[in-house]
């Protein structure tokens, strides 16, 4: 009888294995295989004007303030996604405006995985364009000054330091505007 039972359950780990190989191949290579949208960037369009705001690759200096943004490891504190929730459209939104939800194409130009893992600090997925440099600069210098109760620590080496200031701002103000979304009147640096 114990044979039985030993033989049943190498059968259940074979039966489970197999299945969650496929669930894995259906979910993870399928649809990129199948759905070639995905590796495309994002291009509005508007039936009476055409195509109004498109992803562009990073230019030099947006692609410095990136790797400045992994290598200070923003990403453990601060999500680069705005999901499905209603929660987040309107927390990432703008002058009353509920953002759009990320979607892949958004993320073709990025070369390392930043849409973070944890929210203790802000969703920077729409961040682009509402503040300034000089907002951005007295925050890395101390984020408390204009957020009180903020636990971000200081990053007085970014704000004092013009080029890499200039570099992750330039970086951060590309969050979001690849999508036509937003109303007029904000800050390009």
Same mark, same amino acid.
């Given at each position: 009888m114990l044979g039985k039972t030993d033989k049943n359950a190498s059968w259940f780990v074979v039966a489970a294995l197999g299945l969650f190989f496929i669930?894995? *191949? *259906?979910?993870?290579?399928? %649809? %990129? *295989?199948? !759905? @070639?949208?995905?590796? $495309? %960037?994002?291009?509005? /369009? !508007?039936?009476? @004007?055409g195509p109004t705001g498109k992803l562009v690759a990073y230019t030099d200096q947006e692609m410095r303030g990136y790797r400045i943004y992994?290598?200070?490891? =923003? @990403?453990? =504190? /601060?999500?680069?996604?705005?999901?499905?929730? *209603?929660? !987040?459209? $309107?927390?990432?939104?703008w002058k009353g405006v509920d953002s759009p939800v990320s979607t892949p194409d958004e993320f073709v130009y990025d070369w390392r995985q930043t849409f973070g893992t944890k929210r203790t600090g802000p969703d920077l997925s729409r961040i682009g364009g509402k503040y300034n440099k000089q907002w951005h600069k007295a925050h890395f210098n101390n984020p408390r000054d204009l957020v009180p109760g903020s636990i971000m620590p200081p990053f007085p080496w970014i704000a004092n330091n013009p080029q890499e200031l200039d570099d992750l701002v330039a970086y951060l103000q590309t969050r979001g505007r690849a999508k036509d979304w937003r109303p007029d009147n904000d800050y390009e640096q």
């Open positions: 669930g894995g *191949l *259906l979910t993870t290579v399928a %649809p %990129p *295989l199948l !759905d @070639k949208s995905w590796s $495309k %960037p994002f291009e509005n /369009h !508007d039936p009476a @004007k992994i290598r200070e490891g =923003c @990403k453990y =504190c /601060h999500t680069q996604q705005t999901r499905t929730l *209603l929660s !987040d459209t $309107k927390r990432s939104g």
